[in-house]
């Protein structure tokens, strides 16, 4: 027994939106991913020495930040092809995982950018 969602007709224009809103916010996470990578090596390349003698903290910090960029763009690109079939099939539910590793990668780097901001001498 079928429903009567299943009958009814595909409107092409709400479609289409849907998918570029899709584009939309994949765009967004990739942007962020490479603003992420692009101050990670910023940070490498212009922080000067560590605050911590024998603990390469800088460096830490930047690696971090270009792995947390890396994790973002990756999460981005997964959730856009799963949003898309999932916008085909008529079957789109929010996200919920990808964005709890987001909110916690951003939140633990910014968390070690803190650290890192009251360990550097002035």
């Known amino acids: 027994m079928s429903s009567e969602a299943d ?15 899709n584009e939309r916010t994949f765009l967004a996470w990739f942007r962020t991913g490479l603003t992420m990578i692009a101050f990670g090596v910023a940070g490498a390349q212009f922080l000067g020495g560590d605050a911590v003698p024998g603990t390469p903290l800088t460096r830490i910090l930047a690696t971090v930040l270009v792995l947390s960029g890396v994790a973002l763009t990756s999460i981005g690109g997964v959730r856009y092809f799963r949003a898309r079939d999932r916008i085909d099939m008529a079957d789109f539910r929010p996200a919920s995982s990808s964005v709890l590793v987001a909110a916690s990668v951003a ?14 001498r002035p």
């Open 7 to 21: 009958h009814r007709p595909v409107d092409a224009d709400s479609r289409a939106r849907t998918h570029l809103a």
């Open 107 to 120: 939140t633990v780097t910014g968390l070690l950018a803190a650290i890192l901001v009251w360990l550097l």
